[in-house]
């Protein structure tokens, strides 16, 4: 069975295949497979199936409340002067729903409303649990030939915390003593078909199995991961779970089974509140300085490099081996991918070291604030470039 | 040679091809340790294991099961095999097989050291089995090394319906969870910043525990018309800003559509000035009592009734304003009709 990799976004806006636009990562990665021999020019959904995870529209519906909110109002809002003030920002930010999210206005919204973190949370927990889940549905179809697919996935800036916080909602789900409250809102089989998990067929055979299984849950379940990769690592800011998935075992097993945490040494969202490598016997760090674009942040540009995309082939996919590991390797050496090259390999070199002095400027370590600023001269950098 | 006869000798070729692929016990290309086609002896192969276990897996004694899969893989290690610190760790797991998880029994690629595939998760001591792929550059791990994968292979597949199972009540939890959230954001009372702050405040540690079926209400401010209840001529329809300083709704319905609240209330227009009253809370419709100063002396009593208008702005944005007065007017003209 095809290994599954998530792909869990950023900050911003987000839409449906967001991961195979132009500057997606299953795009970058499409690229990246051209120069390797044993993929034979295939792309990346020939060897593994990937899911795309969105959780942006949460924040959207909560702007779109508060808009409405806003503008239900009307003039009356003016008889207090504080309701007026909080009416008219309110109806700024939910009119300019792309900007407040481009310069880290998400990372406000999760962090500082816990009802919108969960509802987060428990959308990349159900879609990342129910695609496994699904899977392992159809593995039992095989009888007991086969094997189980590998579970890769990756993090993107924010979606480094989201994921982190997802993972620990899965492991920590938590349902004795609250059965007869859930069996009154669920219409049991239902709701993997409505949700679009299971055909009816494979719903109906479930039910049967479920029928004559004699196990009982009392403590709750683990889930493990093959390989966890972090792309810009906004951890150790963002994260807002109760507990660690990144360390949580299970039967003394770590469940997060290989962790890489990638850094971009000119990326200064990583720089403002560095993360530490947790204890974790097969945890490695990747450190990379290529400049290929004018946004060093773009989940794409963090792939683009031979030493990140390397080490997601050799999790996910088998006809990626040793040789070809070895060939990425060395590819990473080359000077391309440690200085100046693809899109902005034509900059003159006064434009090469203003950027790099504008990006300099924008590390330090600090809080939120920090980072908001942060997000915002990325932003600015993105849009405007270098003078 | 006739046609026939040659076509006799092919078939009888591949037959002993394929013997001899089965007795060598290839695996499917999926199957692989140290990227190499599993090869384990003719007693492990997958459909040798699956001939020793399928009649008790397919009655669920999966205690049988593994007590079998434990006495064929012990009996066919050698004495030189059975010191291996690997096999310590394999037969320790496979004695505890019936309360692992399928997912204990992959076999991934790891990072430390490079290059090598390692059989279960570490623990924090690191006791895994690990194959050091890039030393063994051409050749194959031992036989009871590969005997060893097939069994963990064949063990991800025993151990799934059970897991499944399982993680099916899971997966419904935070399905059933995930809805609960996204209902109220989309069909509760619409919160403010400080209220969504707030009733976050309220949510337990643990993202399955259910919603509370309550909401806070806080320095909530709305839009209703105020009616005096002495005296109609200064009966006054021009909108009023309401704020709640502090109220609870109940929801009645699971998925946060309807409810009912009730709220202390503080109004605020222009010929009344403040007044301070109740207020209650049916679904979208809000109705209280406020209490302003008389130009008489004493205190008037004001109806106060009120809808919430974000619903009307949801299906039309741009014509809201219009409807709003349309809807004023309706009030008004329907105030004047009253006997």
Redesign the interface.
């Known amino acids: 069975?095809k290994s599954v990799v998530f792909f869990v976004h950023g900050i911003g806006r987000h839409g449906e295949n967001w991961s195979t636009a132009p500057d997606g990562p299953v795009t970058a990665l499409d690229k990246a497979m051209k120069r390797y021999t044993c993929f034979e020019g295939k792309p990346l959904s020939e060897f593994v199936d990937i899911v795309e995870v969105r959780y942006d529209d949460?924040f959207d519906?909560?702007l779109d409340?508060?808009e409405?909110?806003a503008?239900?109002?009307?003039p009356?809002?003016g008889?207090?002067p504080w309701?007026a003030k909080?009416?008219s920002l309110?109806d700024d930010v939910g009119g300019n729903k792309n900007r407040f999210a481009d310069f880290g206005g998400d990372v406000l919204l999760y962090r500082?409303?816990?009802?919108?973190?969960?509802?987060v949370?428990?959308?990349v927990?159900?879609m990342i649990?129910?695609e496994v889940?699904r899977r392992?549905?159809a593995?039992?179809g095989?009888?007991?030939?086969?094997?189980?697919p590998?579970v890769v996935i990756v993090g993107h800036s924010m979606g480094t915390a989201v994921v982190r916080d997802a993972l620990?909602?899965?492991v920590?789900?938590?349902?004795p003593g609250?059965k007869a409250?859930?069996k009154?809102?669920?219409p049991?089989e239902k709701?993997?078909v409505d949700?679009g998990?299971l055909s009816e067929e494979q719903a109906q055979k479930?039910a049967v199995?479920?029928g004559?299984?004699?196990?009982s849950?009392s403590s709750p379940?683990?889930?493990?991961v093959?390989?966890l990769m972090m792309l810009a690592n906004t951890i150790p800011l963002i994260s807002c779970a109760?507990g660690d998935y990144l360390t949580a075992?299970?039967?003394?097993?770590?469940?997060c089974?290989?962790i890489?945490n990638v850094k971009h040494e000119l990326d200064p969202v990583c720089r403002v509140k560095p993360f530490e490598m947790p204890n974790?016997?097969?945890a490695?760090e990747i450190s990379i300085e290529h400049l290929h674009d004018r946004n060093v942040h773009g989940f794409a540009h963090y792939l683009s490099h031979p030493s990140v995309h390397a080490?997601l082939f050799?999790?996910a996919i088998?006809e990626f081996?040793?040789k070809d590991?070895a060939e990425a390797r060395k590819l990473a050496t080359q000077s391309e991918w440690n200085g100046i090259g693809g899109k902005l390999a034509e900059l003159v070199d006064a434009k090469k070291a203003e950027l790099r002095n504008r990006l300099q400027g924008l590390m330090g370590e600090g809080d939120l604030l920090k980072l908001a600023q942060v997000f915002k001269g990325l932003q600015g950098l993105k849009n405007g470039g270098v003078a | 040679m006739s046609k026939g006869t040659a076509s006799a000798i092919v078939k009888a070729w591949l037959a002993a091809l394929w013997l001899a692929i089965s007795s060598l016990g290839i695996a499917s290309a999926s199957e692989q340790l140290c990227e190499k086609d599993l090869a384990p002896g003719a007693a492990f192969t997958r459909s040798a294991l699956i001939d020793l276990v399928h009649e008790d897996f397919a009655i669920g004694r999966l205690d049988l099961v593994r007590d079998k899969l434990y006495r064929a893989y012990d009996a066919s290690l050698t004495n030189a095999e059975r010191l291996r610190p690997e096999v310590d760790i394999f037969l320790l797991r496979l004695k505890r097989a019936y309360e692992s998880v399928p997912q204990q029994w992959t076999l991934q690629r790891v990072q430390r050291p490079e290059g090598a595939e390692a059989l279960f998760s570490a623990d924090a001591a690191n006791r895994r089995v690990v194959f050091n792929c890039l030393e063994l550059g051409d050749s194959r791990p031992e036989e009871y090394l590969q005997n060893m994968v097939s069994i963990a292979f064949l063990m991800q597949k025993i151990l799934l319906p059970r897991w499944n199972v399982e993680d099916k009540k899971r997966f419904d939890l935070l399905s059933a969870r995930l809805k609960n959230h996204e209902d109220l954001l989309k069909n509760g009372l619409p919160m403010w910043p400080w209220e969504l702050w707030l009733n976050g405040k309220r949510l337990g540690e643990n993202d399955t525990s259910a919603l509370p079926g309550t909401q806070i209400i806080v320095m909530r401010p709305s839009v209703g018309l105020e009616i005096n209840t002495r005296s109609r001529e200064k009966a006054d329809l021009e909108g009023s800003l309401l704020v709640e300083p502090i109220g609870m709704i109940w929801y009645r319905k699971p998925d946060f559509s309807d409810w009912i609240g009730v709220s202390a209330l503080v109004t605020s227009s222009t010929r009344q000035g403040m007044g301070y009253g109740v207020l209650v809370r049916y679904g979208r419709y809000t109705a209280g009592l406020t209490r302003h100063k008389s130009d008489r002396g004493g205190d008037d009593t004001y109806l106060t009734v009120s809808f919430d208008l974000y619903d009307l702005i949801e299906k039309k944005r741009e014509t809201f304003s219009a409807d709003r007065d349309r809807l004023k007017s309706s009030a008004k003209e329907l105030f004047n009709k009253l006997p």
Do not use: C, Y
């Open positions: 069975m949460l519906l909560v409340n508060w409405k909110l503008d239900s109002l009307g009356v809002a008889n207090i309701v909080v009416t309110l500082g409303f816990d009802l919108v973190a969960r509802a949370r428990l959308r927990a159900a649990a129910g889940f392992n549905v593995a039992q095989e009888g007991l030939s086969g094997t189980l590998k620990w909602a899965i920590s789900a938590s349902f609250d409250t859930l009154e809102k669920l049991e709701w993997l949700l998990m479930f199995m479920e004559t299984a004699s196990a849950q379940l683990p889930f493990f093959d390989r109760s075992k299970f039967q003394n097993d770590f469940q089974k290989s890489t974790h016997p097969d490695v080490n050799r999790a088998n081996k040793l590991l």
